[in-house]
């Protein structure tokens, strides 16, 4: 009777009644090390649509709703066809007037030609009335003798100079042709190209997958496109991820940059399914840190992580934790981070005792967001105080139970 007495009272001095110290137990088994990283899901692959490539805009007359499943062939979007097709008229004009050019061009080169050609008849007829008058006839005076053989050359030079001109004139009709040509060319392109969007001008799903609008300016401020915008030329409206295969794009504190590599096994968190945890690894660590926010100097890496699977609750866009396995022991003894003391010359645990807690010097190893290793000074199951039994005594410490006490949670 005695005995159950004297245990009856060590339990009411080591128990858990109300104003009693908090205490751990020294535990042994496998340890992990995670450090937990925000992200969100994303589609490894997606198409994106986008308007018609025009010169301007384009104006969307109806548009399919955010978050709508679809499949191959399932309509999307649709343009005004107005647009479209007053588009295509002025290609095609634009083509009519190219090939004019390269007609009217034609004609100027053969009528510049054929004059260039007529100088070069007529310096010809001239060297050949010059040649007539050229004599080594004593009868004739020397003047004239020499002065006909100036005229030979003078007249040489003239038909060499006409036959340059046309050659010269001949090349550059061509340069000039062809440059209309080119222009011609290019414009029958986009008269193909105008054609092709106005057969386009509704545009239907490529792939099942997922519909998200795209943020876009729209007078003043950014949103998804709406029937009734006006949308610029070329510019993304939508995207269809596909959802049968899902990764997550995180983003690690340059702080921690060596503390992640490829390969190492994640366990991923959904926020809005916190109960479920989905394996995966990382696949990639970006090489550079950059600001996701001008405003602010710290700098993150971006950090891909590969899903062993794809479930129907992921979704793209769902924000995640990410916790990274950076380090495992097969068997450790930890405890709680808050049964570790430190002073100038030791690191230590208050130990529970029949005589009451001991301070007990320890070596401490590594350690995860709540518990850290033990290496020596203390066996499993022993009971450490998760604050100083001293200080807790004085009444320095708030009582256990009372707002704003932390207990720890199990690895």
Same mark, same amino acid.
């Given at each position: 009777m005695t005995a159950l007495i004297v245990i009856a009272m060590l339990a009411g001095c080591f128990g858990g009644?109300?104003?009693?110290?908090?205490?751990?137990?020294?535990?042994?088994?496998?340890?992990?090390?995670?450090?937990?990283?925000?992200?969100?899901?994303?589609?490894?692959?997606s198409v994106t649509i986008s308007a018609p490539d025009l010169d301007g805009s384009v104006k969307v007359i109806w548009i399919i709703e955010e978050g709508e499943k679809v499949q191959e062939g399932d309509r999307l979007v649709e343009f005004d066809r107005n647009e479209l097709q007053q588009a295509l008229e002025k290609a095609t004009d634009d083509h009519e007037v190219a090939r004019i050019k390269i007609e009217q061009g034609r004609a100027k080169m053969a009528i510049k030609l054929a004059d260039l050609e007529n100088e070069v008849v007529s310096a010809k007829l001239s060297l050949e009335r010059a040649q007539m008058r050229v004599t080594d006839s004593e009868t004739v005076p020397k003047v004239e003798r020499e002065s006909a053989k100036i005229d030979v050359q003078e007249s040489t030079i003239s038909v060499g100079r006409s036959e340059s001109a046309v050659e010269a004139s001949r090349l550059?009709?061509?340069?000039?042709?062809?440059? +209309?040509?080119?222009?011609?060319?290019?414009?029958?392109?986009?008269?193909t190209k105008a054609s092709e969007l106005l057969e386009d001008a509704e545009?239907?799903?490529?792939?099942?997958?997922?519909?998200?609008? +795209?943020?876009?300016?729209?007078? !003043?401020?950014? !949103?998804?496109?709406?029937? !009734?915008?006006?949308?610029?030329?070329?510019?993304?409206?939508?995207?269809?991820?596909?959802?049968?295969?899902?990764?997550?794009?995180?983003? +690690?504190?340059?702080?921690?940059?060596?503390?992640?590599?490829?390969?190492?096994?994640?366990?991923?968190?959904?926020?809005?399914?916190?109960?479920?945890?989905?394996?995966?690894?990382?696949?990639?660590?970006?090489?550079?840190?950059?600001?996701?926010?001008?405003?602010?100097?710290?700098?993150?890496?971006?950090?891909?992580?590969?899903?062993?699977?794809?479930?129907?609750?992921?979704?793209?866009?769902?924000?995640?934790?990410?916790?990274?396995?950076?380090?495992?022991?097969?068997?450790?003894?930890?405890?709680?981070?808050?049964?570790?003391?430190?002073?100038?010359?030791?690191?230590?645990?208050?130990?529970?005792?029949?005589? !009451?807690?001991?301070?007990?010097?320890?070596?401490?190893g590594i350690a995860n967001d709540t518990h850290v290793v033990i290496e020596s000074g203390i066996d499993p199951g022993d009971v450490v105080a998760l604050v100083d039994p001293e200080k807790f005594d004085a009444g320095e410490l708030p009582s256990p139970g009372m707002p704003g006490e932390a207990m720890a949670a199990e690895p």
């Open positions: 009644g109300s104003g009693e110290i908090p205490t751990s137990t020294a535990k042994q088994g496998p340890f992990d090390v995670t450090l937990a990283i925000p992200g969100e899901l994303k589609a490894e692959k550059e009709s061509l340069a000039e042709l062809e440059l +209309l040509r080119l222009d011609a060319v290019q414009a029958e392109r986009r008269v545009i239907k799903a490529p792939s099942p997958g997922l519909v998200i609008l +795209l943020q876009s300016w729209r007078g !003043g401020s950014m !949103g998804p496109v709406t029937a !009734g915008d006006t949308v610029w030329a070329g510019s993304s409206i939508l995207e269809l991820p596909d959802l049968t295969t899902m990764e997550v794009e995180a983003w +690690l504190h340059e702080v921690d940059a060596g503390k992640v590599e490829a390969d190492q096994p994640v366990s991923i968190v959904i926020d809005a399914h916190p109960d479920d945890k989905h394996p995966g690894n990382v696949s990639k660590v970006a090489d550079l840190a950059i600001r996701r926010d001008r405003n602010k100097k710290v700098k993150h890496l971006r950090v891909e992580v590969a899903l062993d699977e794809t479930t129907t609750t992921m979704k793209p866009g769902m924000t995640v934790r990410a916790e990274v396995l950076t380090d495992h022991l097969d068997d450790a003894l930890f405890i709680p981070l808050e049964a570790v003391f430190h002073d100038e010359d030791s690191t230590f645990c208050w130990v529970s005792g029949f005589r !009451g807690y001991t301070k007990t010097e320890v070596e401490v």
